[in-house]
């Protein structure tokens, strides 16, 4: 079954409770989030999933000179950044969109959709 990566998207800045506006409302998208972690696992759609600490933790590592060049600081200068993520095996796209939308709701959070890549997708790349 194809694998897609759906990406949350935050502001950059971020308030004392994350992307959200108090305590309770970041309890609540918690639990949110959780019961819907839990429906992916009971459905057979879950892989993985996380969230991630503040842009401004990242580091950026660009090995491919001679030596590696390490900066602090995440790669994009951007108003918005990746909060976290869900990687789950869905039969299409039909069905990733479907889980995006219950996954944003959940989370309060924009959701991207990105299929992995497959060694079918390579091969149509390589004309093989």
């Not at 949350?8 to 309770?24: D, H, I, L, Q």
């Not at 999933?49 to 503040?54: I, P, Q, R, T, V």
């Not at 790669?75 to 479907?98: C, M, N, Q, T």
């Amino acid at each position: 079954m194809p694998k897609y990566l759906l990406s949350v998207f935050g502001p950059a800045e971020r308030t004392p409770y994350g992307n959200y506006a108090s305590k309770e409302a970041m309890l609540e998208a918690f639990a949110d989030t959780g019961a819907f972690n839990d429906k992916l696992v009971a459905e057979g759609y879950f892989v993985y999933a996380d969230g991630l600490a503040e842009a401004t933790t990242a580091t950026v590592v660009d090995g491919q000179g001679d030596q590696p060049v390490i900066t602090d600081g995440p790669y994009l200068e951007s108003k918005e950044h990746i909060g976290g993520f869900w990687i789950v095996d869905a039969p299409d796209l039909d069905v990733a969109l479907r889980l995006a939308a219950e996954g944003s709701k959940a989370c309060r959070g924009k959701v991207e959709v990105r299929p992995f890549q497959t060694e079918e997708s390579i091969k149509d790349l390589l004309g093989s």
